[in-house]
């Protein structure tokens, strides 16, 4: 906010207070960062929802028995919802611990930083410029890679 001829005014280039309540509400477009924290947090929620059911899922045959149990799994050939589940599954799990990975590098151990710089709008943070950046770009690389790699394994192998 800027104060000009005593009213205040919000600036365009600041969020406002939406955002910091509700931080989904920022334009991701043309925002890598964004998208990566906005990626992160949604599969951080997704893993921990596949986790509560797998534990339902895995306690079946103390409910129903063994034999159901593995009379149901051996049906399991091909291209089935327990093979979808797990490739999606993995994809959120390789994403999620690839940009762990950087966030780890770049928060704990300073890497790709930079140098602080003074303020100027429309106030990009110097260490998205370069280096940062190229991480970024190299965990959407990787994801895609090991993600595509997994389905190969998946329902082909």
């Known amino acids: 906010m800027a104060e000009k001829d005593g009213k205040v005014k919000v600036l365009e280039n600041r969020p406002g207070w939406i955002a910091s309540i509700n931080p989904w509400v920022l334009k991701i477009i043309n925002n890598p960062e964004r998208t ?10 997704l893993m921990a929802l596949i986790i509560m059911a797998h534990i339902y899922v895995t306690g079946t045959p103390a409910r129903v028995g063994w034999e159901a ?12 919802p327990v093979t ?8 959120i799990a ?5 940009n762990g990975i950087r966030l780890l590098l ?6 790709c930083i930079g140098k602080p710089e003074k303020p100027k ?16 770009y190299l965990v959407f690389l990787l994801w895609g890679v090991l993600w595509a790699l997994t389905g190969y394994i998946v329902f082909f192998k």
């Open 36 to 45: 990566a924290f906005v990626l992160h947090r949604i599969t951080g929620l």
């Open 69 to 80: 149990w593995a009379e149901e799994i051996s049906k399991a050939h091909g291209i089935t």
């Open 84 to 91: 979808l589940y797990f490739f999606f599954f993995a994809g």
């Open 94 to 98: 390789w994403y999620h611990g690839l």
């Open 106 to 111: 770049t928060e704990f151990f300073g890497v």
């Open 121 to 136: 709008p429309p106030y990009e943070a110097p260490s998205l410029k370069a280096c940062q950046r190229k991480l970024l």
